[in-house]
């Protein structure tokens, strides 16, 4: 099997009430006829601006969200055909690494009981077998032993950021969907955080869905690109084509738009 | 005549209940009349303080000393009602969170007369005419004065902001990240609508920013910071293609390329103290 996930058709709607009383409504398609398919062992980035519906798209594709329209594939195995607990030893393998480390992580909780809940809700291991877990992914993230005692609010956002892929890569999963994770981080943090990205990717044979708008990072890290807008695929291809030559305009202005390219339209 | 609209010396900012901690370090820069120059650096590098002190907002928690010229004038010590006067009329200043400098509950209209009316004294016609010629200058539609923030873009929203900064005709406009928070083509939108309004109106600006890319596109000059202190400054051409100091080296191995060629390298601290101490 090539693709370790394919999804056809998706369709999402928001509905919008305007005013108090009135019911007018406006109905926004997050997602319109969406398809995408995901290479094993490849990063695949989906690219756009904000509301162009990437992380609707990344979040339906764990079902966070229930699309209106449109099946997914998890190698070959439609979705919805699981039941309930099938659709959760699913969800094991496909994790989730989110833009803010400041939200997704629980202030209350100590690294150790974050990095082992989600091997708790699997019902992964005896607890001493956790524990030698726990300690060899906190050191493979780049963090000390010492750091499971701690809470998330004495980390940087780097830190977290590594805790985040931590808690992520804890159930050995096959697809990682990293939504935004380094826009928050500063260039040099990025830049770390990149590095563990990509080595971690090539030790645990890795897929990646890679959401960002930053398009200087898509071209470091994804082998494919997939751009959006308003809900719609613009097009997808291979890195080095869509950067060489795209097709739509809406990508020759994304890439025009590039910080550090726009020199020359200066009148200096 | 004097090249140099403002002049910084030995600015040394610490928090007043531990003075021994420098957040920003003896640093010491000009502003060319009419350049753009940008101040660059990582979060905590004292970016931001170092911009909210030339116009005397800084916390009161925090104490600054250093000098001040604005135009050949001396600016450290003056009362805080010439520096009203001088804020706005003189300095301005944009920031980051559009949404949050914006009152939610007035109309945007009623925003730019508040900044206008500080100023000047005009009458209610010609403070109309003010308000809609501000929103022509940033591009916004003028029969839009009547809407809430929250009916707006980010990106109108900043262009709202440097409408009220630009309601005075100021001399220096201070901009700290003024599209971290925008999309790519829309940032593009913005840098361009400063740069135009700076040569149009034949400002000055001091950019703060964490994005070289953005440095390239705007700036003539570049200021890098790092842990409060100037480690490298210089016209953008030099700092850009030969930086000088590791840190600057460094950093600029961690941007990636829009070519995807190079290869990103995370800063060493350990080396690079090593190399500092030299």
Do not use: W
């Not at chain 1, 409504?25 to 990063?43: D, F, H, M, P, Y």
């Not at chain 1, 993230?141 to 950021?161: A, C, I, N, T």
């Not at chain 2, 928090?15 to 990582?42: A, R, W, Y």
């Not at chain 2, 083509?185 to 953005?214: C, E, R, S, Y």
Request: proline share 4%.
């Amino acid at each position: 099997m090539k693709n370790i996930l394919e999804a056809k058709n998706l369709v999402k709607e928001y509905s919008q009430t305007q005013g108090f009383f009135s019911r007018t409504k406006n109905i926004i398609r997050a997602l319109s006829q969406v398809s995408i398919s995901i290479e094993k062992g490849k990063t695949l980035a989906v690219v756009g601006e904000s509301g162009s519906g990437k992380s609707t798209l990344a979040k339906s594709l764990i079902k966070l969200i229930e699309v209106d329209d449109g099946s997914i594939y998890f190698e070959g195995v439609h979705l919805d055909s699981l039941t309930s607990a099938e659709l959760k030893s699913t969800r094991r393998n496909i994790q989730m690494v989110f833009q803010d480390p400041y939200a997704s992580l629980n202030p209350r909780m100590k690294i150790k009981d974050i990095l082992e809940e989600p091997l708790i809700i699997h019902n992964i291991d005896v607890p001493s077998g956790r524990q030698k877990k726990i300690k060899k992914m906190i050191i493979r993230v780049g963090l000390g032993e010492d750091d499971l005692k701690k809470y998330p609010h004495e980390f940087s956002g780097g830190q977290r950021q590594r805790i985040g892929i931590a808690r992520a890569l804890i159930l050995s999963p096959k697809l990682v969907i990293c939504d935004e994770p380094v826009s928050a981080l500063d260039v040099s943090v990025q830049a770390q955080i990149i590095q563990l990205l990509k080595s971690l990717q090539k030790e645990f044979e890795l897929t990646y869905l890679f959401i960002t708008h930053d398009l200087r990072i898509v071209r470091h890290i994804a082998d494919r690109v997939f751009v959006m807008k308003e809900g719609k695929l613009m097009e997808q291809g291979k890195t080095d084509i869509i950067f060489n030559s795209p097709k739509t305009a809406y990508t020759k202005e994304l890439l025009a738009s590039i910080p550090g390219n726009r020199k020359l339209k200066r009148n200096k | 005549m004097n090249k140099d609209l403002l002049e910084i010396n030995q600015l040394t900012i610490s928090p007043k209940n531990n003075p021994q901690l420098h957040l920003v370090d003896d640093i010491s820069f000009q502003l060319k009349k009419g350049k753009t120059t940008c101040i660059v650096g990582e979060s905590g590098s004292g970016k931001s303080l170092t911009a909210l002190s030339i116009i005397k907002l800084l916390s009161n928690q925090l104490s600054a000393s250093g000098k001040f010229f604005f135009n050949g004038e001396d600016i450290t010590n003056i009362p805080e009602k010439e520096m009203r006067l001088k804020r706005g009329q003189n300095i301005a200043m944009i920031f980051q969170e559009p949404m949050t400098s914006l009152n939610p509950v007035l109309t945007i209209g009623y925003q730019i007369q508040e900044a206008v009316k500080v100023h000047h004294n005009l009458e209610k016609n010609q403070l109309q005419k003010r308000t809609h010629e501000l929103l022509d200058l940033v591009g916004i539609p003028s029969n839009r004065a009547s809407s809430f923030p929250d009916e707006l873009s980010g990106g109108q929203r900043q262009r709202i902001m440097i409408a009220m900064a630009m309601s005075c005709n100021p001399t220096l406009l201070i901009a700290d990240e003024p599209t971290t928070a925008l999309d790519v083509t829309v940032q593009a939108q913005i840098l361009d609508l400063l740069d135009n309004l700076k040569n149009k109106l034949d400002m000055t600006m001091l950019f703060i920013t964490h994005d070289f890319g953005v440095v390239n596109d705007i700036a003539d000059d570049v200021i890098v910071m790092f842990k409060g202190k100037i480690v490298e400054q210089g016209s953008v051409k030099n700092v850009l293609s030969k930086p000088s100091h590791p840190y600057t080296k460094a950093l600029l191995n961690c941007v990636p390329d829009s070519a995807g060629k190079k290869v990103l390298k995370p800063i060493n601290y350990e080396k690079l103290y090593k190399m500092m101490a030299k």
